[in-house]
Each structure stands twice: as C-alpha cells, then as structure tokens.
C-alpha cells in the first residue's frame, strides 16, 4: 500500500533529480482529482488509465503551478486493493495541462481490475476497468453502451448517473463529448466562457464538463473506447474546412483542430498513439471482444471532403454522388474492409458518427419537391455509402453504430434494395433538452422511409446485448433532463439475427 510517507519519500527522490518539478504543490488547496478519473480502450491485457491534476479546474493550468508533477498509480484485483497487481509513478506534465495517461499492460483477460492515482499526499476515487476476452476466446455474451452528444447548457447528465449502475464491459462514445459555442440564454446551465478557439479556451471547457460528478461516475464504472465528432471542433468541420461561410484558410484552421485535438488528448483516455502530431491524430481503431465482435471505430471528420451542396437539410445536387467525395479516406476505407470481410467474428460493429442510412427529411409541413438529404451525414457523400454497403453483401452481420442526430433511429441500410445491415442511432445524454417520446417530423420519417424501424427523441444512451446468434439494442430513456433526478426506462429493443439484417421488437 502506497502511504504518505511512501509518497514524500518519492516525491523527495524526484525533487532532487528535477528540482523544477514538485514544488509548492506537495499541499493542496483544493482537491487535485476535481476532474475525476477515467479508464479507456481495454485489450486482452490492460487498458489506459486517466486522470488530470486540476485543483481549480476553471483557472488557467487548471490551479497548477506551471511544473509537472510525479503521480503514482496502482491497478488491484480487488476493490480494497489487497491486490496490487502494477504499480508505477507517472509524470503530470505542464505541456500536457497535467493530465496523465498511463497504459497498463501485463493483466489478464475478461476481467475487472481497480485503479487509483495519488499525487501530493492525495488520493483519487476508485475507478473499475474490465479487460477484453483473449483473441482466442469464444465468449456467449457481451454487453455495452453506446453514448454522446452532451451539451452542458442543454440538461443535466442523469442519463450518466444511469448508464454507471449498468454492468457493462465497456462504453463507446460517439462524440460531441464537448460543445464549443459561448453561454446561451437561456440554458440548464451556462458555458462559463464565450465561443472557444485557442488551447486554453479547450482546455476549460473540457474542465468545466469533467467537473460534472454524473459524468465522472460513468468514466469511474466503465473503460471508454472514446472517438469525436465536429464539436470536438467546430461545428460540422470537414477535414481542413470550418463551418462557416467565410471560413479562414486550411492552415488557419488546422491551428484551432490541433488545439482542440491537443485538449481532447489531455482529457480522453486515450492511448499514446492518439497524441495529435501537429493537427493529425490517428482516431481509428478496432477492437476485437474474442470471436463475438469486432468494433471498427472510425474517424468520419479527419479526412472526408466538404460536405456537398453547401451542407445543410437540402435536395441532393450533383456533388453528393461525385465519386471524389468522401466520408473516409482511401486508407481508412480499405482497412474498414479488410476487418469487415476477415470472418473471424460473429459480428462486425461500425462503430462511429453521423448516419449511414440516406433518410428522406421532409416534415408534412415541407412542400420540398424532392427528397430533403442530411448532407453532413453519410448521405452527402453516396459513391462512398454505396461502396461500402455492397462490400457489406453477404456478411450478414454488420451492426453500424451512430451518433450525431440528437434522435434515436433504428433502420436497414440496403444495397440495391435489399437490406444487407442494420444500423443503431443512439440518442443524446443531453443535446437538445428533454425532447419527447415521438417527435414533430416521428410520422413523416417513418411514412417516407421504409428503412426506418425506430424513432424516439427522449435523452439517454443505448446498451447492446450481443450472444451470438442475436444482438439485441436497448434504447433507455431519461424522462426529462431540465431538472435533476430524472427516471430511467427501457423505451424498446430491437433485435437483429445474425445471418438476417431485419430487425425487430424484441
Ligand atoms: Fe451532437
């Protein structure tokens, strides 16, 4: 057991080596662990531990002097931590706002392990993390959750409070875990600064979200498999190119995305491999849960094209079918692929974030002469989505993961007609307020899009119960977010069997 004593002797050796690091930090004024602690991407054999020193998380450092301080961390089998199985000190580094990252390695599979973290004599809450099966393994079962989309001023993070009661081997997260825009009036709760662009402005924000307790208890329950979507950014950013009109130059904009990636680094549970080099950072990945499942998370910004027709709801123009437009560049798309057609998986996931299927958005209301097409989704970008969904034919096991729509769909994505995969739309933990069970546009989606099974637009997050003949998607709702304490209910299930790409109510 690591101890006070344990710590001043170390942090003493440390101080004598680098006398800049440590200093008048060994006391705390306020709790160095306010952003809490997180685990993330599990393997067979450890999985990355989290944390950033932030005593007064608003303040610029975070409270922190400007030196990096050691931290020592330990991994347990057990909760009491009676059985310490890795331990080791790691460096809270200024450059990196303080946050440290550690991948433990050397664990054994498919089970849970406990970690905590102490710096300056404090020590951080207990965090439980679960290691993926051995490649070898034939595991019967799995189970998950799929969550994003949670803007601070929109509602409360109830649907957290929830999701860290569920046992769960893990969480994929499908972005917009921050948003960038300044104070709304009126809002749950506001921004505490205006529209953000530069390093600090990221790392405040993500201070000001991490601070919330509902969604440091998910993070200390369960390891995240953590991508990003535009807000990471900016709104709708595509590769190189703003949102807006008047948009600055590529090389201007690619300053503000290596900020926002450089802070979503320091706040993700993120292996090394995902610290940004400049404004690149390598976000897709996969994992495999033994011969059950393989996740493909995939990076859907980073490298697509501009969105076609000037992006938008709008009628499709003849960009959206240009074959030079992309979601995916040629490498991610060939590796995408190369996973899906290995066959050494009962199911694939794509797990990822704005929607594959190419839905018809017209409300009743809308006289649009045509089909109205989400052209920051898939659905702008159709040389692409038909080029995957006719390499999907014939598995007959794809599961696509999306985010992004604030609204929860579930629907078949065919291939020249006929359905080759389904495709699961998780809601938001808080986008866009408390919603209602069906919403305004419910009845026309569904009228004008046979695909489309599903539709609700209460908050909450997805868990998947995944056996090896069915993976069944349970949408769990939140009743309302604009006041605390919000009920949680299973609002349906659907199912999909494997070797059928139909689905329904279970
Ligand atoms: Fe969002």
Not at 437 to 447: C, L, N, V
Request: charged share 25%; proline share 6%.
């Amino acid at each position: 057991m690591l101890t006070r004593r344990h710590f001043i002797a170390t942090g003493a050796a440390a101080l004598s080596a680098a006398p800049s690091i440590l200093r008048a930090q060994a006391q705390w004024r306020a709790n160095p662990f306010s952003l809490g602690i997180a685990s993330g991407d599990p393997a067979p054999d450890g999985f990355v531990i989290w944390t950033r020193l932030a005593p007064d998380p608003l303040d610029a450092h975070g409270g922190m002097t400007p030196d990096s301080m050691p931290v020592t961390w330990e991994v347990a089998a057990d909760e009491g931590f009676g059985a310490i199985v890795a331990k080791g000190e790691a460096l809270a580094r200024v450059e990196l706002a303080h946050s440290v990252h550690v991948e433990v390695a050397g664990l054994r599979p498919d089970r849970p392990y406990f970690y905590r973290f102490v710096a300056g004599g404090e020590r951080s809450v207990v965090g439980r993390a679960r290691t993926l099966p051995a490649l070898t393994a034939t595991p019967n079962r799995l189970r998950f959750a799929m969550c994003g989309c949670q803007d601070y001023q929109s509602g409360y993070y109830t649907a957290y409070r929830h999701m860290a009661d569920e046992e769960l081997e893990f969480v994929f997260h499908y972005g917009d875990y921050i948003y960038e825009y300044g104070p709304d009036t009126p809002a749950v709760r506001q921004h505490s600064s205006p529209l953000i662009s530069s390093l600090d402005d990221y790392r405040r924000r993500y201070a000001q979200y991490k601070a919330d307790p509902d969604l440091q208890a998910a993070h200390a329950a369960h390891p995240f498999f953590v991508t990003f979507d535009d807000h990471e950014v900016r709104n709708n950013w595509a590769g190189d190119v703003d949102d807006d009109d008047g948009a600055p130059p590529a090389e201007v904009f690619r300053l503000r995305r290596q900020s926002a990636f450089q802070a979503w680094y320091e706040h993700m549970p993120a292996r090394r491999r995902q610290l940004p080099s400049g404004s690149a950072l390598n976000l897709y990945r996969s994992a495999r849960y033994g011969d059950l499942a393989r996740l493909d998370f995939l990076d859907t910004r980073q490298f697509r094209t501009n969105q076609p027709c000037g992006d938008g709801y709008r009628v499709a123009c003849a960009e959206v079918t240009s074959p030079a437009a992309h979601m995916i560049n040629a490498e991610e798309e060939a590796w995408l692929v190369r996973n899906l057609r290995r066959r050494d998986v009962r199911w694939n996931a794509v797990a990822q974030q704005v929607m594959m299927m190419s839905l018809d958005r017209r409300w009743a209301s809308e006289n649009a002469p045509r089909k109205l097409l989400n052209l920051d989704s898939w659905a702008g970008y159709e040389a692409q989505r038909r080029r995957l969904l006719a390499r999907m034919r014939g598995l007959d096991n794809v599961v696509v993961l999306t985010g992004d729509e604030h609204t929860a769909y579930a629907g078949l994505l065919h291939d020249r007609e006929k359905p080759v995969a389904v495709e699961i739309v998780g809601t938001s933990i808080s986008s866009d307020g408390d919603g209602q069970d069906i919403p305004p546009w419910g009845p026309s989606f569904m009228a004008n899009n046979r695909e489309l099974k599903f539709i609700n637009n209460l908050r909450g997050y997805v868990t998947c119960d995944v056996t090896r003949d069915e993976w069944r998607s349970n949408f769990m709702v939140v009743d309302k977010i604009s006041t605390r304490g919000g009920k949680l209910s299973k609002r349906a299930t659907l199912a999909v069997a494997r070797g059928e790409p139909t689905l329904h109510q279970a």
